[in-house]
Nanobody
Framework: QVQLAESGGGLVQAGGSLRLSCAGSGRTTSSLVMGWFRRAPGKERDLVATISRSGGDARYADAVKGRFTISRDNARNTVYLQMNSLKPEDTAVYYC?????????????????WGQGTQVTVSS
């Protein structure tokens, strides 16, 4: 089993930045593909970014390309999401997730473990 714990959410003004962290326990996350999802009010939980086991491959949703960066520190069992130039439409609950797939995982159903989520609110 894998436990994931997100942190770093909060309230920020438009144009500001936040860095989310996801700490894994129970199993080394270096053996897992990691991703960040978000669910805005009234919407589905959608992929924001995903990163391969080694960190050599990352994919992003079109809405966040050029503004968000996913990274991982396998020695610390931690994945990060650096969010810059935040917009009010980025307001959502952000979830960390882990997948047993090889390669990269871009679909919600491919993820096996989920964190509880952290709220990000961007004011205009």
């Amino acid at each position: 089993q894998v436990q994931l714990a997100e942190s770093g959410g909060g309230l920020v003004q438009a144009g500001g930045s936040l860095r989310l962290s996801c700490a894994g326990s129970g199993r080394t996350t270096s053996s897992l593909v990691m991703g960040w999802f978000r669910r805005a009010p009234g919407k589905e939980r959608d992929l924001v970014a995903t990163i391969s086991r080694s960190g050599g491959d990352a994919r992003y949703a079109d809405a966040v390309k050029g503004r968000f960066t996913i990274s991982r520190d396998n020695a610390r069992n931690t994945v990060y999401l650096q969010m810059n130039s935040l917009k009010p439409e980025d307001t959502a609950v952000y979830y960390c997730a882990a997948s047993n797939l090889l390669g990269i995982a871009t679909i919600r159903a491919e993820y096996d473990y989920w964190g509880q989520g952290t709220q990000v609110t961007v004011s205009s």
